[in-house]
């Protein structure tokens, strides 16, 4: 059984404009956390809530380092 999931929510990022680079490296670069949903900054990574999320309450932390491949990065980085 196939199921679709339906998230309109969504829509306003699907149909939106397109910046150029990679969101997750930009984020940390703004200045307002509060409007970017960042919740919190340590060394290495932040956290931040998925604006357009399928599941409430989605948490992302991700590395201020830009990494490709989940391999790469280091223990610490980790």
């Known amino acids: 059984m196939t199921s679709t999931l339906w998230a309109p929510w ?4 699907i149909t939106g404009p397109k910046g150029g680079g990679c969101l997750l490296c ?8 509060r409007k970017n949903l960042v919740l919190r900054r ?7 809530m998925n604006r357009y999320p399928y599941n409430n309450g989605h948490l992302m932390i991700v590395p201020y380092r830009h990494c490709a491949d989940f391999g790469r990065f280091s223990a610490e980085d980790a």
């Open 26 to 33: 930009d984020l940390p670069r703004r200045g307002d956390d």
């Open 42 to 48: 340590g060394p290495r990574t932040y956290v931040v």
């Open 10 to 13: 969504r829509m306003a990022y």
